[in-house]
């Protein structure tokens, strides 16, 4: 069975640049979560979804950044224009309930220069 | 929301000691709690969770233990390996305003020397 896959894995892009990442919740999973990862702050929650619609975004840094669940199987984040601050590992996570076990993907690493 | 503090922030063991890693959080209502591993290059994975209805929950090496009247909980690693190296998160729920969410602790960089 695959896990939550996420892409790309790494990312390196300038300042002022539009960057997506997407993630593949696991199949029959309905909730699906966005963190981000720095050392200073931790493993942050930016965004979950519940069947497809967005509950809480209270943790989305700024209107910079986005998301969005146009279907069960796929997500995107989205930070347009990008920071060097924005730099960070950007974790996406699904749970077969809002309550239940959430499993996380392997990861995408941002760099933005 | 909730606040989950972790300790230690890095831990070095020999190989067969044991080791524990201890969170506090602040929501009385909490009533769930995860452990995850992470080793470098992957996202956290679960290892082992223990709800509020019990005190003690083990995994063969490994066992969590909760108190709830302290609001803290603990991980307890035994007969520790090398490949038990890693970091380690431990979390807590938040549910208030009609959203549910794991507030996670800083994690613990274990290491264990062989």
């Known amino acids: 069975d695959a896990g939550v896959i996420q892409s790309p894995r790494h990312e390196v892009t300038e300042m002022g640049q539009e960057v997506t990442l997407r993630c593949k919740p696991i199949?029959?999973?309905?909730?699906l979560f966005w963190y981000r990862q720095t050392m200073m702050r931790g493993l942050e929650l930016l965004i979950y979804?519940?069947?497809?619609?967005?509950?809480?975004d209270s943790g989305m840094p700024e209107d910079r950044f986005s998301a969005k669940m146009p279907n069960a199987s796929f997500s995107t984040l989205k930070i347009q224009p990008s920071e060097p601050r924005d730099s960070a590992v950007y974790f996406c996570?699904?749970?077969?309930?809002?309550?239940?076990?959430?499993?996380f993907g392997p990861g995408t690493r941002l760099t933005v220069l | 929301g909730e606040n989950v503090e972790q300790h230690p922030s890095t831990l070095s063991v020999q190989e067969g000691d044991s080791a524990v890693i201890k969170c506090t959080y602040s929501?009385?209502?909490?009533?769930?709690f995860p452990w995850y591993k992470q080793e470098l290059g992957k996202g956290p994975q679960l290892i082992i969770d223990?709800?509020?209805?019990?005190g003690e929950k083990k995994d063969q090496r490994i066992a969590v233990t909760l108190n709830k009247t302290a609001k803290h909980f603990s991980l307890h690693i035994t007969e520790t390996q090398p490949e038990d190296s890693a970091v380690y998160f431990c979390?807590?729920?938040?549910?208030?305003?009609?959203?549910?969410?794991?507030?996670f602790g800083k994690g613990t960089k274990l290491s264990v020397i062989p």
């Open positions: 996570a699904s749970s077969l309930a809002l309550r239940g076990e959430q499993f």
């Open positions: 199949s029959g999973h309905n909730s």
């Open positions: 979804f519940n069947n497809n619609v967005p509950i809480d």
């Open positions: 979390a807590a729920p938040y549910s208030g305003a009609g959203s549910y969410q794991l507030t």
């Open positions: 929501d009385s209502a909490s009533n769930y």
């Open positions: 223990i709800r509020s209805n019990v």
